[in-house]
């Protein structure tokens, strides 16, 4: 029989992509639910889906912060089976952290780890009587490493590797997998919400030199990086999928090769400094050449397109 797979935040990005792959499976050896927040938004994905829709697809809502929701979204599962769950779902935060409001910071954590967690508890149970299943999470490298402006966008993917390296231990009994997927960049909806966000910012109590190193030194940074490592979000779900397919799915799986040098800077030094001296150089150091080669060329410096001031 084929597997059901829940995935969560399938109106765009990985999630929809990973849910198409998936459900045309040469072999028809998945049954995607494919869930999503807004059903508003499900255009895109059904056509995507094409035949596999209402087929080896079927669309339903989910909101990973509602207990009810979730609840309800089980409660429309044959059986209320699921062999494999994919938390996808997530949002991005960035910007200097004292102009942040807690509340921002909340709603992070309540979407990436919460609303992973309460998805787990949901399905664990029948996961371990079945003695079978598979839990993926759509981490990041910002799970492995810290990155600057990103505090609490990475600490919540660092709470999402904590949480389920420790429980792979105790679910390694039960035969059930968990895998952790850490991309780099990717090319979705994910930046373009992140700059649409800070264009509108304020970012109030925040002193003018930390506002510089945002403007003028990491969203120039950030969106070269985007620009050159970037992968497809085609990409990143063909690797889910091989994954997903495997007889035993490793704990973690990266997807960018070119990001490997910089999470090994840890491995490499214990301490830490190595790393975080490594990227503060990469940053300060080369975004300096290339906004005053930018400014030189062009009185239009990627600061000014973001956000003109
Ligand atoms: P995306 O914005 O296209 O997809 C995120 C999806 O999550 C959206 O469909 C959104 O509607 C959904 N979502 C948000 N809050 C939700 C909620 N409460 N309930 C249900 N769905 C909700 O971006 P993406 O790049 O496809 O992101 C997918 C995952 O990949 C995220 O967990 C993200 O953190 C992770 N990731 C993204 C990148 C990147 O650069 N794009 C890099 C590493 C990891």
């Not at 989910?62 to 994919?86: F, K, P």
């Not at 850490?182 to 373009?192: A, C, H, N, R, S």
């Not at 003028?216 to 063909?238: C, I, K, M, N, T």
């Not at 799915?249 to 790393?275: C, F």
Request: include cysteine.
């Amino acid at each position: 029989a084929p597997r059901t797979v829940l995935i969560s935040g399938c109106s765009s990005g990985i999630g929809l992509e990973l849910a198409v792959q998936l459900a045309h499976d040469h072999r028809q050896r998945y049954q995607v639910v494919a869930t999503m927040r807004d059903l508003g938004k499900k255009g895109t994905l059904e056509e995507a889906a094409g035949d596999a829709l209402g087929q080896t697809l079927t669309v339903a809502q989910l909101d990973v912060c509602s207990d009810e929701s979730v609840a309800q979204c089980l409660s429309c599962i044959q059986g209320g089976e699921v062999d494999v769950l994919v938390n996808n779902a997530g949002v991005g935060l960035v910007g200097p952290l004292e102009g942040l409001s807690l509340a921002a910071m909340q709603n992070v954590f309540d979407t990436n780890f919460f609303g992973a967690v309460r998805l787990v508890r949901a399905v664990l149970p029948g996961m371990k009587r079945r003695r079978k299943g598979h839990i993926v999470v759509v981490s990041s490298v910002m799970g492995l490493q810290g990155v600057l402006f990103n505090e609490a966008y990475a600490a919540s993917k660092f709470a999402l590797e904590g949480f389920f390296e420790s429980l792979a231990i105790q679910l390694l009994q039960f035969n059930i997998f968990i895998t952790l997927v850490e991309p780099g960049p990717v090319v979705t909806d994910f930046e373009g919400k992140l700059l649409e966000q800070v264009s509108t910012a304020e970012f109030p109590d925040t002193d003018p030199d930390t506002l510089r190193y945002f403007w003028d030194f990491y969203l120039p940074a950030s969106r070269e990086l985007f620009h050159s490592v970037g992968q497809s979000p085609q990409d990143v779900a063909q690797v889910i999928v091989k994954v997903i397919g495997s007889t035993r799915p490793p704990l973690r799986r990266q997807t960018n090769a070119r990001y490997t040098p910089l999470v090994a800077l840890k491995a490499v030094d214990p301490s830490g400094s190595l790393y975080v001296r490594t990227t503060h150089c990469l940053l300060f150091r080369w975004t300096r050449l290339l906004n005053l080669g930018l400014r030189c060329l062009a009185c239009g410096c990627l600061r000014f397109r973001i956000r003109p001031r």
